[in-house]
């Protein structure tokens, strides 16, 4: 099973920053999608930001021109930096991967991290 490591959670003042990082195993490579997702209590999972490993990213339209996303191919890392804070940002937020390959073969399906908490005081 793939494991993800997120870090970076934490509480920050409305207007603030906060950059999150996930970590994927080094055995795995040419991995097809990461990205964040996050979920607010009583609401549904959502989007937040994805990337291909091309480097085409996807974005909610309520996190556009305040987050980024990127990722470094090299470590098997996924970041999102996230500025201009706004409570309702606060959320458990979750490293997701979709598609990889480990020796010969290609692996479809989705994985997910344990989760790391943004919370943003007003």
């Known amino acids: 099973q793939v494991q993800l490591v997120e870090s970076g959670g934490g509480l920050v003042q409305a207007g603030g920053s906060l950059r999150l990082s996930c970590a994927a195993p080094?055995?795995?490579?040419?991995?097809?999608?990461m990205g964040w997702y996050r979920q607010a209590p009583g609401k549904q999972r959502e989007l937040v930001a994805t990337?291909?490993?091309?480097?085409?990213?996807n974005y909610a339209d309520s996190v556009k021109g305040r987050f980024t996303v990127s990722r470094d191919n090299a470590q098997n890392t996924v970041a999102l930096q996230m500025n201009s804070l706004k409570p309702e940002d606060t959320a458990v937020y979750y490293c997701?991967?979709?598609?990889?390959?480990?020796?010969?073969?290609?692996?479809?399906?989705?994985?997910w991290g344990q989760g790391t908490q943004v919370t943003v005081s007003s």
């Open positions: 997701n991967l979709e598609g990889y390959s480990s020796g010969d073969a290609y692996y479809t399906g989705d994985y």
């Open positions: 080094k055995n795995i490579f040419n991995i097809h999608i």
């Open positions: 990337i291909k490993r091309s480097g085409n990213t």
